[in-house]
Every structure is written in structure tokens, then in C-alpha cells.
């Protein structure tokens, strides 16, 4: 069973940067896609980014491209965010999935707890 921990969240005004991370463990190789996630205040929760593993792809919300990066190692996979904005604030989740099926439906069968970005004007 794979276990997502993230970590890295917390308050910056506009215009600042933070770097979140998900530590994966269980079974962290060969997943095919991983992914972050958020949900803002009374927002459904939206795709932010999501690295494909297999051919290194990446798919970025039209929100956060050029500002937000993903990227990953064995174990770990981050969001760089820069530049923030206020409308960036909420809970962060990262995600994890082995199945090709599912990468290419963006369903993804593990989740992480959370961090929670605020980003204030």
C-alpha cells in the first residue's frame, strides 16, 4: 500500500514562492503519473499539475502555467510554485497512481493529507 506524505505548505504574501513536497512510500517505483492537486475556500477540488512518468509529460492548470513547476525524483515529487497570488490559497494534495488506465482517466487511486498554502495580498 502506498503512503503520500507532503510537506512544505504555509503563508507568504503575493508574489512570493514556495516549494512543496510529497514523499511516497510503499511501493514509490514504476508509479506512471503523479500529481498535485487543491481545493480553495467553498472550491471544488481542481487538477494543478500532473507529471506522467512514463514519457515525462506534464499537464499544468491554465491558472498556474509559467508560475507553477512539477518534478520528481525516485521517492519525492514537487511543486515549485512562484509567484503566487492570493487565489492560490488552499489545501495542496499530491497524488499517485500506477495504473496507465487510470493516469490517462486523471484518476488517482492514492492521496496525501494535505498542506495547506496561504497566500496573502
Known amino acids: 500500500q502506498a503512503h503520500l506524505v507532503e510537506s512544505g505548505g504555509g503563508s507568504v504574501q503575493a508574489g512570493g514562492s514556495l516549494r512543496l513536497s510529497c514523499a511516497t512510500s510503499?511501493?514509490?517505483?514504476?508509479?506512471?503519473?503523479m500529481g498535485w492537486f487543491r481545493q480553495g475556500p467553498g472550491k471544488g477540488r481542481e487538477a494543478v499539475a500532473i507529471?506522467?512518468?512514463?514519457?515525462?509529460s506534464t499537464f499544468y492548470a491554465e491558472s498556474v502555467k509559467g508560475r507553477f513547476t512539477i518534478s520528481q525524483d525516485a521517492n519525492t515529487v514537487y511543486l515549485q510554485m512562484n509567484s503566487l497570488l492570493p487565489e492560490d490559497t488552499a489545501m495542496y494534495y499530491c497524488?499517485?497512481?500506477?495504473?496507465?488506465?487510470?493516469?490517462?482517466?486523471?484518476?488517482?487511486?492514492?492521496w496525501g493529507q494535505g498542506t495547506q498554502v496561504t497566500v496573502s495580498s
Open positions: 510503499g511501493y514509490p517505483y514504476d508509479r506512471k503519473c
Open positions: 497524488a499517485a497512481e500506477w495504473s496507465r488506465f487510470a493516469c490517462e482517466k486523471r484518476e488517482f487511486g492514492y
Open positions: 507529471l506522467y512518468s512514463e514519457n515525462s
